[in-house]
């Protein structure tokens, strides 16, 4: 890895990183510090519907299933949180997919490769300040979480372990979703098709998770959606049991994805 470039690569994504976090970052620091009032409105009412026209497999669906009680900010948090979660994911699909697409397509990866870095240098170079924006974009996040909530929450709340598990299984729903736009990236020469291929993923993959809890025939499809194995509100349970097993798969693809990627990478021709 050529130091010089992953600075040069973290500078890149400066503009965007910003952007995305003042947006998001903004709506994280108004829903926390509304907590007093906010918590006050009946969970119906709020939504405003009658949830009893629900049955009880589209209110699991909807993460539903049990109102929160919004009076408590763990439950409070976990509920308005998935608000800001779930675009994250889009912006990590977007950091992975436009890591080579963007270069090859402007014409500015011959240059690259033609410097004293090897095609496996180019590639894990952007891979890794990717995965470093995405860090710092979920532990920033996580910063303002922590001290809005020091602000709005009651004093006798113990808050900061569920804001970080939050986050913390956050990041990896994410960093499968960066994975994979990284890996579509090698396949395109357009990071504008590439980015509405990698986004369609988010979209389908994440509905497919919210839709599949309805059928007993289609909950197992529950599996292949990342967000839902990071869902806030069941996160922040007491003895909430980490689905390993799964996590463990999903890392197992995410690698599978950057093999894919060095393998494409490696023998394409940069001209597009």
Not at 244 to 257: D, N, Q
């Amino acid at each position: 890895m050529n130091l010089r470039f992953y600075v040069c690569e973290l500078r890149r994504q400066a503009l965007s990183f910003s952007l995305w976090f003042l947006l998001l970052g903004s709506m994280t620091a108004l829903i926390l510090y509304h907590f007093p009032t906010i918590s006050s409105v009946i969970m119906e009412a709020l939504l405003g519907m009658n949830l009893s026209a629900f049955t009880q497999e589209m209110k699991s669906s909807l993460n539903i299933g049990l109102l929160p009680d919004l009076s408590e900010f763990k439950e409070y948090f976990a509920f308005f949180i998935q608000i800001i979660t779930l675009p994250v994911c889009f912006y990590a699909s977007s950091l992975g997919v436009t890591a080579l697409s963007e270069d090859i397509g402007e014409g500015t990866m011959d240059f690259l490769c033609a410097q004293p870095i090897s095609r496996l240098g180019v590639l894990v170079t952007k891979l890794l300040s990717r995965v470093t924006t995405l860090l710092a974009f979920d532990f920033a996040l996580f910063l303002l979480s922590a001290i809005v909530a020091s602000i709005s929450a009651p004093k006798d709340t113990a808050y900061l372990g569920a804001v970080f598990a939050v986050f913390a299984t956050a990041f990896l729903s994410h960093l499968i979703f960066l994975l994979i736009g990284f890996c579509v990236s090698s396949f395109w020469s357009s990071a504008a098709s590439a980015s509405s291929f990698s986004f369609a993923i988010v979209f389908f993959t994440t509905l497919v998770g919210l839709i599949a809890p309805i059928s007993s025939v289609t909950s197992w499809l529950r599996v292949v959606s990342p967000f839902h194995y990071a869902v806030p509100s069941e996160v922040v349970v007491p003895g909430y049991v980490y689905p390993a097993i799964g996590w463990a798969l999903l890392l197992l693809g995410g690698a599978f994805c950057v093999g894919l990627s060095y393998l494409r990478f490696y023998k394409r021709d940069l001209a597009g």
